[in-house]
């Protein structure tokens, strides 16, 4: 069992469903002082009893109303299916407790919209638990743009191109109608609103390229930001290159005073007039992380730790329910698109 560390003033919450991602999260939350689990839900109970039991929470439920009844907790993290998001933080809601939820938040724009909308009129914050745009080389890319040493900006890139077989560790991931669109592409649209602000106009093209699944596994997205930039975004869980570096996110923009690029190994390099530097950027390290996955789950305690600051009333959260929505409002788009043909104007 894994002892937790000393800390004063603890936030007490639950975790809801404890399925593949839950003992990340759960590991994460341990890396913050002040954050307590103190009771988990899911609804195969012994699947929650075995997670409790390793990292030493008290309370297990298999009925997670019952939870909130029992226990008192000052919030609820909830890391179930996509398919019962809206149930749960509905319920999290009604019992005024603020909510944080895993991408993506909803199945649909209008679900995803009622449960913004059913936090707002509780009065309870909700926060989407968006950790892309958290992994250290996208932040130290976004340093970059943030700079102005780039002059005016042309035009942006993004490609997170794989063969990984996510579907051995998420096999859900098969049975989904709408696939990398939900699943990466709310990262990867959200990666270019934070780097690129948003959208005006949208353009997507999208394939099946396995077999064995329902979904699409690729995805092209063209936007021009309202800027003036363009943005081309493009995902595939079916590309086979040389080395598979899965997780690492591409990134590229073009500038009148200079250019950088995001590139293998986390390898950030920025050119102007007065030359060009080249530097790794590594993301921490966690014992915990597993290790095919370690530059997500490095990503998983920034996320935690901006959305915890927030909680406790520090700081401000970057991925709140309401900002979250702009993110699923281009995945949906490009789902629209895909399907018309026709670009989608938003503004
Ligand atoms: O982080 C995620 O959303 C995961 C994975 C990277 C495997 O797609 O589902």
Redesign the pocket.
Known sequence: MISPPCTMSKLRFAIFGTGF?SRFQLAAWRELEGAECVALFNRTRARAEALAKEFGVAAVYDDAAKLLANEKTDFVDIITDVGTHAEFVALAARHRLPVICQ?PMGRTLAEARGMVDVCRRAGVPFFVHE??RWQAPIRAFKEVLASGRLGRIIRGRIDYAHSFP?FD??PF?KELDQFILT??G??ILDVARFLWGEAGTLYCQTRRIHPDIKGEDVATVMMRMTDGVTVTANMSYASRWEFDLF?ETFLYVEGSEGGASLGADCTLRVFTKAGAEERRVEPKHYAWADPA?AL?HSSIVECNRNLFSALRGEGTAETTGADNLKTLELVFAAYDSAASGKAITFR
Do not use: S
Request: aromatic residues 20%; charged residues 15%.
């Open positions: 991602w991408k950790n892309w996510v560790n998420q991931l699943d990466i709310t990262h997780p996955y997500i």
